[in-house]
């Protein structure tokens, strides 16, 4: 196969299908990572410089600074010179010649630690990295032990090995950074749920709660300290072989599989041979060999070095004994992995909701038994912080680089359950967030189409869904651009901007003049209320006059199930401002059913996997035309009518499926529940609220409150952040709801005085 390039060649390695004489019918498999160029750590290599590259952590000719004694080093010393970046290589005395050879070969610079510190020689190593970055402020590390990138490079592995097997029973391989088990199991696990992984480890190795010993002889495998990057949540089975065990082992894999590897392909295959003997016929077991042989020449294939390290006298064993996690082990043995039993779950969410579903998040992922962090970068603007018992972390969350490294920093992989946001502003990054740390949560690509209206504009005129008339218009538009599409669009139209929230400045035009100023004003804005850079775009867009609804949605795997429907009440025109929402909406049921076709076309066309979604959605003679489709939970207290029509917490649900947890989805409503914003029809101070405990009196209600206070300024609404407070009722019957509201909204009195500039109630 041609490559135009030294780095593309990385992967595609072979996967070979090995002689089990003792393993009827069970089909066994080693994917060859030992084919890369210099090793396994060259997808790693790849992933995290090609990524630092991409968010400008590193830039064009800055140097690349990491610690290994191995094919990590080879890796980045392969991608790095390849991308024009000085290597320098922080490594130990362990290192073999041939390695050492290849990176001087290579370029790089080589600095050799003496003598090993309190926590063994990869601590030496680590503190003489990080002098070697004082001198090198611009350098770059790649921090394999911590970085995401590094177990997200071997998704890329699963997907081989998916193209060439029908499934996999059971996944072996060797754990060291804990990259490369634990990536390719977490991606295999998407589609092979069951999917049993066995890890191996080495005797004398901390990975998994045995005593460290710093002087065991086997190199790749093992760890003295616990790497971020390990989740041995994953991990069902784990195996520890000694020195000598290992070292046999790898002889015993080139003598019977002809291949010449190292001593952690060499475990790996003795682990997989007897996972084998146990399993039922029709077993697929597939190994990662990461190494070759010709780093080992000297060691493991060497009888001297045997004999100097007193190999001969270790006790070996050709079958494991089986032992309760956490017993010292000193031979082959095995245990069912228990490391992660009482592993803290942490649920992060970047950001939240000021009002509504925010703080209410916080306190119920507590309730479940998650451990809620708020990534924050002004926890000051959320009232009620304190109660909810959520951890908050300050960072910069408008930078997708300061959220990696607190998050990098602070967690081990293994400690984190989910990320999540109950701010629309922070989907897109969540997303991102979750794709880099192998959590659950929906494409990129999914939440940008929704966030990006004219993407989601196009992205429906391909799939055939029906939707508005519509335009893209940015500030280097001229006027021409401005009439044709108003000609396209018709009049009156819309104008929105493509990546806002919360119906701020949509607004109804009449005119041409009135689109050209929206417009104007709308690719004006530079930064939303987050402080986030705005696309600097406008939507012109067909008026649909008709009744309006929004379709609550919960999807799961790809599979979209219909909360409900819930009736809309828009006005404050030529601003769209919701007044009030009524769940279910009262609809003949071929009616819904067509709302709801048009809406599982619109989530499937963005690739839609997971979780809550809210479309919105006119009604008009010629079928059900999408607005939006917002990548979240409902707004405007809809999740609280869902719960009071179906006995079902919708938020609740959210969390668990952020988390991976199973979900329970409501069934159909079985009372009426409506809310009714409250505004004002005038601008200027609020004096007085009165009424409020007359509403809460009334038949029905449940809910009655005001959101501002006493002595702000008011005006009526132009957007949703601009309404005052709501009344909600819950009944059996419709009518009666809707009277119980207007009648509590009867009770309540805004008292508005005029600005001292002159402005009127």
């Known amino acids: 196969m041609l490559y135009e390039s030294i780095i593309d060649s990385i992967g595609h390695t072979p996967l070979v299908r090995l002689r089990a004489p003792l393993s009827a019918g069970v089909e066994l498999f080693a994917k060859l990572e030992l084919q890369n160029l210099y090793g396994m750590k060259d997808r790693v290599a790849r992933n995290i410089i090609l990524d630092a590259r991409r968010t400008g952590q590193l830039r064009p000719g800055d140097p690349v600074v990491e610690s290994s004694s191995g094919t990590m080093a080879l890796g980045v010393a392969l991608v790095g010179t390849a991308l024009g970046h000085p290597v320098h290589i922080v490594t130990d005395p362990r290192i073999d010649r041939i390695t050492l050879g290849k990176l001087r070969a290579l370029g790089c610079e080589v600095l050799v630690v003496e003598k090993m510190t309190a926590n063994g020689w990869q601590s030496a190593r680590l503190e003489a990295l990080q002098a070697l970055l004082t001198g090198l402020p611009r350098a770059f590390w790649p921090r394999q032990y911590s970085n995401p990138n590094n177990p997200a490079a071997y998704r890329a592995l699963a997907d081989e090995v998916l193209r060439e097997l029908p499934g996999v029973d059971v996944l072996v391989g060797s754990v060291g950074s804990g990259g490369s088990l634990c990536g390719t199991a977490r991606r295999?696990?998407?589609?092979?749920?069951?999917?049993?992984?066995?890890?191996?480890?080495?005797?004398?190795?901390?990975?998994?709660?045995?005593?460290?010993?710093?002087?065991?002889?086997?190199?790749?495998?093992?760890?003295?300290?616990?790497?971020?990057?390990?989740?041995?949540?994953?991990i069902d089975e784990v195996h520890w072989l000694n020195d000598h065990e290992a070292f046999l082992a790898t002889r015993d894999l080139a003598a019977e599989q002809q291949i010449f590897a190292g001593n952690t392909s060499g475990s790996v295959y003795r682990v997989m041979c007897e996972v084998a003997s146990r399993a039922e016929p029709g077993t697929r077991v597939v190994g990662i060999f990461p190494d070759r042989g010709d780093r080992y020449v000297d060691t493991v294939y060497d009888d001297e070095h045997w004999a100097e390290h007193g190999l001969g006298a270790v006790e070996a064993s050709r079958t494991p004994e089986v032992v309760e996690y956490g017993t010292e082990v000193s031979r082959w043995s095995r245990s069912v992995n228990r490391a992660a039993d009482n592993t803290p779950r942490h649920l992060l969410f970047v950001e939240s909701n000021t009002t509504g579903t925010g703080m209410a998040a916080l306190r119920q992922s507590g309730a479940l038994g998650f451990r809620?962090?708020?990534?924050?970068?002004?926890?000051?603007?959320?009232?009620?912080?304190?109660?909810?018992?959520?951890?908050?972390?300050?960072?910069?969350?408008?930078?997708?680089?300061s959220l990696r490294q607190t998050i990098q920093d602070r967690w081990r992989r293994e400690e984190l359950v989910g990320v999540t946001s109950t701010s629309e502003f922070y989907i897109p990054a969540?997303?991102?967030?979750?794709?880099w740390l192998g959590l659950p949560g929906n494409p990129p690509a999914a939440i940008r189409a929704c966030r990006d209206k004219s993407e989601l504009r196009a992205v429906l005129a391909g799939a055939g869904v029906r939707q508005p008339r519509f335009s893209t218009l940015t500030g280097a538009d001229d006027d021409r651009a401005i009439t044709e599409a108003v000609?396209?669009?018709?009049?009156?139209?819309?104008?929105?901007?493509?990546?806002d929230s919360g119906s701020n400045a949509v607004l109804l035009c009449e005119t041409e003049e009135q689109v050209r100023a929206q417009v104007a004003a709308v690719v004006s804005v530079t930064a939303n209320v987050r402080g986030l850079p705005m696309a600097g775009a406008a939507l012109v867009e067909q008026y649909l006059d008709g009744p309006e609804v929004s379709v609550e949605v919960f999807?799961?795997?790809?599979?979209?199930?219909?909360?409900?429907i819930t009736a809309k009440s828009v006005g404050w025109l030529p601003n769209f401002v919701e007044q009030g929402h009524v769940f279910p909406a009262d609809l003949p049921p071929e009616t819904a059913e067509l709302i709801l076709a048009e809406v599982t076309a619109g989530l499937d066309a963005v690739g839609w996997?997971?979780?809550?979604?809210?479309?919105e959605v006119k009604l008009t003679p010629a079928g059900p035309a999408i607005v939006e489709i917002n990548p979240r939970l409902a707004g405007g207290m809809i999740p609280e009518l869902v719960r009071l029509a179906t006995g079902v917490d919708v938020l609740g649900q959210q969390l668990l499926a952020a988390a991976a947890r199973p979900v329970s989805l409501p069934g159909a409503p079985t009372r009426t529940a409506a809310i009714r914003f409250l505004t004002v029809s005038g601008t200027g101070v609020l004096r007085q609220v009165e009424g409020v405990e007359r509403a809460m009196k009334v038949d029905g209600v449940v809910a009655a409150k005001v959101t501002v206070g006493v002595g702000a300024h008011v005006r009526p609404p132009r957007n949703a952040y601009e309404r005052l407070g709501h009344v909600i009722a819950v009944g059996d019957d419709p009518d009666r709801v809707r009277e119980a509201l207007d009648e509590a909204v009867r009770q309540i009195e805004l008292v508005v005085t005029a600005d001292e500039d002159g402005g009127t109630r």
């Open 188 to 234: 295999l696990r998407e589609t092979q749920p069951d999917l049993r992984v066995v890890g191996v480890d080495c005797v004398g190795s901390a990975l998994f709660d045995q005593p460290d010993r710093p002087r065991r002889l086997q190199s790749g495998l093992g760890n003295s300290l616990l790497p971020h990057n390990l989740d041995r949540g994953l």
């Open 372 to 401: 809620p962090v708020l990534l924050t970068s002004g926890p000051e603007r959320y009232a009620g912080l304190a109660d909810t018992g959520a951890e908050v972390v300050l960072c910069d969350t408008n930078s997708t680089v």
């Open 430 to 435: 969540v997303a991102e967030l979750a794709g």
């Open 487 to 499: 000609r396209a669009a018709g009049l009156p139209c819309v104008v929105k901007p493509v990546d």
């Open 555 to 564: 999807s799961l795997d790809g599979a979209h199930h219909c909360v409900g």
């Open 609 to 615: 996997r997971t979780g809550a979604s809210h479309t």
